[in-house]
C-alpha cells in the first residue's frame, strides 16, 4: 500500500531497504563528540566514515538509516534560510541507504528509481536526473537502463553534483532526483526555467542524493581513490513527504502542521492571521522540534559549542515567538507535539519528554529577563543619543547589545 503519512514513508523506506538485504541502523545521536569540525551530525553517512574509508569492519555491507541531522554551521548551514524557505529546516531527518564496497551506481540508481515510482507511487514523468557532467556511466544507466527519456536526464557541474561532507574525507560525484512542482508553480520567472539554472526556483525539489563515493580528500584538496568505492544516499524526510501529500511548502504537511496548530490555537489566531506571520510560525515550528531533538540528545543551553547553538535557536524562536504574539513561555507546548508524534521512531523523545519540556521553558524565562534588560540598556542608549543629537549608535556598543544580550 500507498505509504502516506510521514510516519509510513519513514517505515516504508526502511522496510523497502531491509527486504533488499540492508540492515537498518539506528540514527547516530545529533552532537559529534570527537569531531573538531563538525558540531552535529549533518549527514547520514557521518556515522559511516571509516567504513568508507575501510578503516572500520562492519558485518553489513548495505544499511540503510532514518538520521537525525542539523544544519546550522560550517560546510552545510542552512539557518538563515529557515522562515521564509518552504524547504529548508535547521533539523531534518535524512533518509539513507548506503553500500560499503557492495553495489555502486546502477544498485543505487535502481533501488531510488524503485522507491520513488513504485513504493510512493510518484509519476514518472514528474522526476528530473542530474548527473555530473563528467559521468557518462550514470547517464547511460539512466537513460538506456532505466528508460528515463534524455530530456529528463541532466548534466551538471560541481557545485550541484560532487558532495563532500566537509574539506577532507570521503566525498564523490552525485546524481540528484529533482521534483518538478509544474509551472505554476515558478517563482523565477524565466522561459528556460530548468534545474539546470540551479537558482533556487520554487518549481524544483530537489529530494534524493545519490552520492557515488569513490575519493578520499585529503586536507591539500588532493583526492585518492577509496580501496572500494560505494554508495551514501539522503533523502530529506521532510521533502519527500511533501512530493507525497501534494503540499509544496513543507510547514503544510504532517510533520510540521500539528505544531503550527498548535501555536494557531495558543495564539487564538484567525487563518489570516496565521498566514500573516508565516515566517514566525515557521521559524517556531522549524527551531522547536530541533531544541526538542537536541535537548533529548543531550544538549543543554551553553555560551559555547552545541549549547551555544541550542540556546540560538532557542531564542531566535522566542524573539519571533514575542513578535507574533507570545507573552509567555511557549516552547514546551511546541515540543509536546512533537515528542507526540514522533515519539515512536525516535524513543529519547518520550524518555526525556520532561527534561526537554523543563529546559525550553527555563531558557524562555532566561532569555526575557536578559532582553528586558537589554531593553532598558537600549533605551538609556538612545536617550543619551538624542541628547547629544546623534543618530547612528556606533558598532561597538550595537555590537555589545548583538552578542551579550
Ligand atoms: N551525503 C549526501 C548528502 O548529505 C547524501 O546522503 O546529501
Known sequence: MKPRTSNEIRQAFLEFFNELNHEIVPSAPLPQHDNPTLLFTNAGMNQFVDVFLGKEKRPYSRATS??????????????????????????????????FGDYFKEGAIRFAYDFMTKVCQIPADKLYFTVHTSDDEAYDIWANKVGVPPSHILRMGDKTNFWMMGDVGPCG??????YDWGPEACTCGRPD???????DCDRWLEVWNLVFMQYDQAEDGTRTLLPKPGVDTGMGL???????????????NDLFAPAMDRVQAM???????????????????DHGRAATFLIADGVRPGAAGAGYVLRMIIRRAARFGRQIGFQQPFLADVA??????????????????????HTLTQEER??????????????????EMDEKGEKEIDGQTAFNLYATY
Request: proline letters at 4%.
Open 238 to 252: 521532510e521533502r519527500i513527504t511533501s512530493v507525497v501529500q501534494g503540499t509544496p511548502v513543507n510547514y503544510n
Open 336 to 357: 509536546q507535539v512533537y515528542i507526540d508524534q514522533m515519539g515512536e521512531a525516535y524513543p529519547e523523545l518520550r524518555q526525556r519528554a520532561e527534561h526537554i519540556r
Open 267 to 285: 495564539l487564538g489566531d484567525t487563518a489570516e492571521e496565521r498566514q500573516e506571520k508565516y515566517v514566525g510560525y515557521r521559524v517556531i515550528a
Open 66 to 99: 532514518s538520521q537525525k541531522c542539523m544544519r546550522v554551521q560550517g560546510k552545510h548551514n542552512d539557518l538563515e534560510n529557515v522562515g521564509p524557505s518552504p524547504r529548508h529546516h535547521t533539523f531534518f531527518e535524512m533518509l539513507g541507504n548506503f553500500s
Open 366 to 383: 532566561r532569555f526575557a529577563r536578559t532582553l528586558d534588560a537589554a531593553l532598558s540598556q537600549l533605551i538609556t542608549i538612545l536617550e
Open 193 to 199: 526555467c530548468s534545474v539546470l539554472l540551479d537558482n
Open 173 to 178: 560525484p552525485t546524481s540528484e532526483i529533482h
